[in-house]
């Protein structure tokens, strides 16, 4: 048997629990993962309660959550890439790393670096894959200034870093009490919410070249304000700005391959990124996790620890 999160209707976090379940058997060309980490990402949330149902419809009685990191236990007899013993980081497309134990398609798995802890291991899909390809869409450059809306989030701290490291001067938009953080990672840290405008360009000297919007709330109408060019603004979360502006919305799934994951985990592991995790949660306390992400605020990552 195995322990994983379910939920049975679409609703609030009260509907989640964690059930006994069958332990999973891998099927062809997948591995069997024993989970020690899995992320959790505000996108769960916004399918648990329903709110993208034409999107991505659930089907009852569903579990939930696409990272993970964990160890091999058995795998298909048709995979020779990874074996009992591996130390794996990954993803799952069926809802189903929130859980003690999950099949895992091989192809989807990369190594996990002996420097990179399980709790970042296994928070790094979702957001590492959205913030390449937010970096990747704006096409950043040496020399550019780019701003980062949502700059302490998971996504938002690593996209800040992947433009600091292909060059450019990067302008984080934040709540004062992550500023710290930022400044440390060679991030320029400016206040959010009214103003932000005015405080940005005085802070950062001219407009920017490139702006990534992890946030919402107008970001991607401040951005074309600013002089953005249209091709140079992504957005992971304002899709109705996106069309409107002729802008791009490139998201997880635009990025999400076994090799940029990969990619990701050797930059953690020589230090060259850092995922900060808020905090680790018990897989039995899944309701708490969520609460804590829905408040918002956090700096970095929530994780599951199964």
Not at 278 to 305: C, F, N, Q, W
């Amino acid at each position: 048997m195995s322990r994983a999160v379910r939920f049975g209707e679409y609703g609030g976090v009260d509907v989640l629990h964690v059930d006994d379940v069958e332990r999973p058997e891998p099927g062809p060309g997948q591995v069997l993962v024993q989970v020690r980490a899995a992320g959790i990402n505000p996108g769960e949330a916004g399918i648990r309660e329903g709110r993208l149902h034409s999107l991505w419809p659930a089907t009852f009685p569903s579990g939930q959550g696409s990272d993970l990191a964990g160890v091999v236990t058995d795998r298909a007899p048709d995979v020779a890439d990874y074996g009992p013993g591996d130390e794996v980081i990954g993803f799952t497309d069926d809802r189903a790393s929130q859980a003690e134990y999950v099949a895992v398609d091989a192809r989807n798995l990369t190594a996990r670096p002996a420097g990179v802890p399980w709790e970042v291991a296994g928070a790094l899909f979702v957001a590492g894959t959205t913030a390449y390809a937010c970096v990747r869409a704006v096409k950043v450059t040496r020399g550019d200034l780019v701003v980062v809306a949502g700059a302490a989030g998971g996504v938002g701290t690593l996209a800040a870093q992947l433009a600091r490291n292909a060059g450019a001067t990067v302008v984080g938009l934040a709540g004062p009490a992550h500023h710290d953080w930022l400044g440390e990672h060679g991030i320029v840290p400016v206040v959010h919410g009214e103003g932000v405008a005015d405080r940005l360009l005085a802070t950062a000297g001219r407009a920017p070249d490139a702006f990534i919007d992890t946030h919402g709330g107008g970001y991607v109408r401040l951005a074309i304000e600013l002089g953005v060019r249209a091709d140079r603004i992504n957005t992971t979360i304002d899709f109705e700005d996106a069309r409107r502006y002729g802008t791009s919305a490139e998201g997880s799934s635009a990025a999400a391959d076994a090799r940029v994951l990969a990619e990701l985990a050797a930059q953690l592991d020589t230090g060259d990124l850092d995922l900060p995790i808020a905090r680790a949660y018990p897989l039995e306390e899944v309701r708490d996790a969520y609460r804590d992400l829905a408040g918002g605020h956090t700096l970095g990552k929530i994780v599951l620890i199964p």
